[in-house]
C-alpha cells in the first residue's frame, strides 16, 4: 500500500467525470489499499477516487468503524431531507452547510465484482451523497447555495 495525493479545488482533473470500471483485478485493488491507507491518514470520512486524479467510479467510506468500498456506485433512491455541515478532503479547513436526502439506497459493487445493495441514513447517506457526486465531478459547495463557507483559507 502506498499513500496518494490528495488533490485540491484548484485542480480541474476534480471536474472530470469518472469512468466505470470494468475489470476487477489487482490495478483495481491496489487502488483500493491506497484509497483506504490515504483516508485513514488523513482522517476524512469518505474518498473517492477522482481526488486522487484516478477518474474511475470507486470510492471508499469509513464512518463509525464501519469501513466499504464502492465501485460503479447508482444511487436507486433517496427519501426525506436532512442539514448538516459538510467538509471535503480537496477543500481543506472549509465546511458549509449542505441538504441531503435524509435515507438513500445505492447499489454497487464490491473489489470482486459482487453486486451490493445498501440502504443507509443520517450521516452515512451522507457521506455516500457526497462522494457520489465526485464522479461526476459535482463538489459540496455546488449545493451550498450560496451559503457561507466557513473555515480557514
Ligand atoms: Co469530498
Given at each position: 500500500m502506498a499513500l496518494r495525493k490528495i488533490i485540491t479545488?484548484?485542480?480541474?482533473?476534480?471536474?472530470k467525470v469518472s469512468k466505470p470500471v470494468k475489470f476487477f483485478d489487482e490495478s483495481l485493488w491496489e487502488l483500493l489499499d491506497d484509497m483506504k491507507e490515504t483516508l485513514i491518514k488523513s482522517t476524512g470520512v469518505g474518498l473517492a477516487a477522482v481526488q486522487v486524479?484516478?477518474?474511475?467510479r470507486v470510492f471508499v467510506i469509513s464512518v463509525n468503524n464501519t469501513y466499504f468500498e464502492v465501485i460503479n456506485?447508482?444511487?436507486t433512491k433517496k427519501e426525506g431531507t436532512q442539514r448538516g455541515p459538510e467538509g471535503c478532503l480537496s477543500i481543506p479547513g472549509k465546511q458549509c452547510s449542505v441538504t441531503r436526502p435524509n435515507k438513500v439506497t445505492v447499489e454497487f459493487f464490491d473489489r470482486f465484482g459482487n453486486p451490493i445493495t445498501l440502504t443507509a441514513t443520517e450521516f452515512m447517506a451522507r457521506a455516500i451523497c457526497h462522494e457520489y457526486d465526485h464522479l461526476d465531478g459535482i463538489l459540496y459547495i455546488d449545493h451550498t447555495k450560496g451559503g457561507k463557507l466557513e473555515g480557514q483559507l
Amino acid at each position: 500500500m502506498a499513500l496518494r495525493k490528495i488533490i485540491t479545488l484548484e485542480n480541474e482533473t476534480l471536474r472530470k467525470v469518472s469512468k466505470p470500471v470494468k475489470f476487477f483485478d489487482e490495478s483495481l485493488w491496489e487502488l483500493l489499499d491506497d484509497m483506504k491507507e490515504t483516508l485513514i491518514k488523513s482522517t476524512g470520512v469518505g474518498l473517492a477516487a477522482v481526488q486522487v486524479a484516478v477518474l474511475k467510479r470507486v470510492f471508499v467510506i469509513s464512518v463509525n468503524n464501519t469501513y466499504f468500498e464502492v465501485i460503479n456506485p447508482t444511487i436507486t433512491k433517496k427519501e426525506g431531507t436532512q442539514r448538516g455541515p459538510e467538509g471535503c478532503l480537496s477543500i481543506p479547513g472549509k465546511q458549509c452547510s449542505v441538504t441531503r436526502p435524509n435515507k438513500v439506497t445505492v447499489e454497487f459493487f464490491d473489489r470482486f465484482g459482487n453486486p451490493i445493495t445498501l440502504t443507509a441514513t443520517e450521516f452515512m447517506a451522507r457521506a455516500i451523497c457526497h462522494e457520489y457526486d465526485h464522479l461526476d465531478g459535482i463538489l459540496y459547495i455546488d449545493h451550498t447555495k450560496g451559503g457561507k463557507l466557513e473555515g480557514q483559507l
